[in-house]
């Protein structure tokens, strides 16, 4: 097991109903720990330059859309294997198909409206990372 980062998003559907609470407490009590935290709201060029390696396929621009659609919560997570815990506190993308507990199966409206977003491996993390904060803004 290695120490890792990974980033994570509070979806705009997550900060509408005010679940960042109950969505951090699931992250915490996994044993991740938050190290960097800021909302925002994405304009539409930042999310388009986020969701850049989506470009190509058919729901890059409802997705971007509904990433401005309200504020965000972007978020720092560190501990062992962090990704993969992450993922997998998260559950499937379709929450219809993730496995109870999981903050998608409990929290998510829609496979689009699905309350977080997540790295999917490590290198995709420090991209990711570096997007939304400066090394000054995380704070172990």
């Known amino acids: 097991m290695t120490l ?3 980033l994570s998003i509070l979806k705009p559907d997550a900060t509408r109903r005010n679940l960042n609470g109950k ?4 992250i915490e009590e996994s044993g991740l720990k938050i190290i960097a935290q800021k909302r925002l709201r994405l304009t539409k060029e930042q999310a388009q ?4 390696v ?3 396929r058919s729901f890059f621009n409802e997705l971007c859309d509904y ?3 309200g504020p965000i919560v972007a978020q720092v997570l560190e501990g062992e294997d962090a990704v993969a815990r992450y993922r997998e506190i998260m ?3 379709n929450p219809a198909n993730a496995a109870e507990g999981t903050i998608r199966k409990e929290f998510a409206e829609s496979i689009e ?3 977080v977003h997540g790295s999917d ?3 995709n993390a420090a991209i990711e990372i570096a997007f939304f904060f400066s090394q000054l803004e995380i704070v172990v």
């Open 91 to 93: 559950g499937a993308t």
């Open 49 to 52: 330059k986020f969701y850049a």
């Open 121 to 123: 491996s490590i290198e």
């Open 113 to 115: 409206a699905n309350s």
């Open 23 to 26: 969505i951090n407490t699931k």
């Open 54 to 56: 989506h470009e190509e």
């Open 67 to 69: 990433m401005i659609s």
């Open 4 to 6: 890792q980062q990974t």
